[in-house]
């Protein structure tokens, strides 16, 4: 099995998007199967283990987040022995076409997801959104979505003005409002930062008592990446697709933010932003105590000086 995934470590990174294509769809045939699904969508399967993780992806995200270009799901197929379905698309297209509705009613028709122990649907943004909406196709399933969106339609959203472009897609025929399609779902679990308003206003329309909507405060606009970047996304769907992932879990693996750089810069602008020196001083010595930072050390130094004409007060250091 080892060497017949040996095939999944090819580097697609540097090719043109008609190669990348033909290569990805090579690959994914030598596995299992590469479907064409119009001419911004296709669908790759790769048949290993009887967990079946399914993401949602565009290629562009693809090739922005993986050094090797590849789907996300690759790395889960190589570490964990998991299956893998993926629905790809060129833009952002929160995979609204017939041809992918037709796709999931032929895998409803031919029981697909009834040969898998656990089923787990993935996807972040737009593809967050499809993630939620398509999970209905197999009742039972486990959703991890990051900052999807409830729906597009103008009747329920008109306060969402990033997508404008989409207002003429309907977002209320088959599969469309992610929230209902969740109700089939053994539990989901939403991602978004309360800060970002827009995403904050979207996570609460999908309320549902097996809904789990978890915070990540200062961690953006680009909640995957800095998920991605800090090493807990993949362990995040490994402990979704085993049932031990819940609140208190994601609390322990968060704390990898503590040492991502990208957190801290988020933080320490959000303290600034508050006029809370005394905290940004502790933040400082934390962040110092523990790494060299060169930023944080001018910032704290700058917040002693400050402290000594008499702006505030220090915290004590003991």
Not at 68 to 90: I, T
Not at 270 to 289: A, G, I, K
Request: net charge negative; charged share 25%; glycine share 6%.
């Amino acid at each position: 099995m080892q060497e017949t995934l040996e095939i999944l470590d090819e580097d697609l990174s540097g090719l043109k998007h008609a190669q990348w294509e033909q290569r990805l769809a090579a690959i994914t045939e030598e596995l299992g199967m590469f479907q064409p699904l119009g001419p911004k969508h296709c669908a790759t399967f790769l048949d290993q283990g009887n967990t079946l993780l399914v993401t949602f992806e565009t290629m562009q995200g693809i090739h922005n987040l993986s050094k090797l270009a590849q789907p996300l799901g690759f790395d889960m197929v190589k570490s964990e022995g998991w299956s893998h379905l993926g629905l790809l698309s060129n833009g952002d297209t929160w995979f609204r076409n017939e041809r992918v509705y037709g796709f999931f009613d032929q895998l409803i028709d031919d029981g697909f997801f009834d040969e898998f122990d656990n089923v787990i649907f993935y996807g972040a943004g737009p593809c967050g959104y499809a993630a939620s909406a398509f999970s209905v196709s197999a009742p039972g399933a486990t959703v991890v979505a990051i900052q999807p969106q409830a729906t597009l339609d103008v009747r329920m959203t008109e306060w969402d003005e990033r997508f404008v472009e989409m207002r003429r897609v309907s977002f209320t025929d088959r599969f469309g409002y992610a929230p209902d399609m969740l109700d089939a779902a053994k539990q989901a679990f939403i991602f978004y930062d309360p800060y970002e308003q827009l995403d904050a206003m979207h996570a609460a329309l999908f309320s549902r008592k097996n809904v789990s909507r978890l915070r990540v405060p200062n961690l953006g606009a680009a909640v995957q990446t800095r998920m991605i970047e800090m090493r807990i996304l993949n362990t995040i769907l490994k402990q979704a697709a085993e049932g031990d992932f819940n609140e208190n879990a994601f609390a322990q693996l968060f704390r990898a933010r503590r040492d991502d750089s990208s957190y801290l810069r988020a933080l320490m602008a959000r303290l600034e932003q508050q006029d809370r020196p005394f905290l940004q001083v502790l933040l400082c010595r934390n962040v110092l105590s523990r790494a060299r930072a060169p930023r944080f050390r001018r910032r704290l130094q700058d917040l002693e000086q400050r402290a000594a004409e008499g702006e505030f007060e220090l915290p004590s250091t003991l």
